[in-house]
């Protein structure tokens, strides 16, 4: 079972006089919420984090999202045998989380991992399902501390363009 979360920095605040209602796509993806993320598998006892406290953590859930709709661009769907890649880098380093889909499962695998360690490896039903509840849940967080994001016409339109899927 897949669970991917987030903590945010205290070490990296939001700037105070952030105006979340007003906020473009651009500030809110890499200027604010900052903190860390994990993805673990929880039958594995593995996960893979970061522990830099400066990661966006709205842009990696939205990222995150984009990439699982990336990697299922083949026609042939959970029987393509050819792989499907994408990357999300991290901006301020060099560091990069690996997807590669093949058959319906998504192998994940980062640049910070000790070499040899196996990749975690989820369905890609199962990651897409986890990662729009993800950016959903955050959403919902991140209203609850800053009212005013709510109103932010942007967020209604990743909210909309990533609904929950059962």
């Not at 105070?16 to 993805?39: E, I, K, N, S, W």
């Not at 998504?106 to 369905?123: C, K, N």
């Amino acid at each position: 079972m897949l669970d991917i979360g987030y903590a945010l920095s205290t070490r990296f605040p939001d700037p105070p006089q952030a105006d979340y209602r007003r906020a473009d796509v651009h500030t809110l993806r890499h200027d604010l919420f900052c903190g860390d993320v994990y993805l673990a598998g929880t039958g594995k006892d593995r996960e893979l984090s970061t522990a830099w406290g400066w990661v966006p953590v709205l842009d990696f859930a939205w990222a995150l999202c984009d990439i699982v709709e990336r990697i299922d661009r083949d026609p042939a769907g959970s029987r393509a045998a050819r792989p499907q890649r994408a990357e999300l880098d991290f901006t301020e380093s060099t560091d990069r989380m690996l997807f590669e889909r093949r058959f319906g499962w998504v192998d994940i695998t980062a640049d910070w991992q000790p070499s040899g360690e196996p990749p975690l490896s989820f369905s890609h039903a199962e990651l897409r399902r986890e990662a729009r509840d993800f950016l959903q849940d955050l959403i919902a967080d991140l209203c609850d501390l800053h009212e005013d994001l709510a109103e932010n016409p942007a967020i209604w339109t990743l909210q909309a363009r990533f609904p929950r899927v059962s």
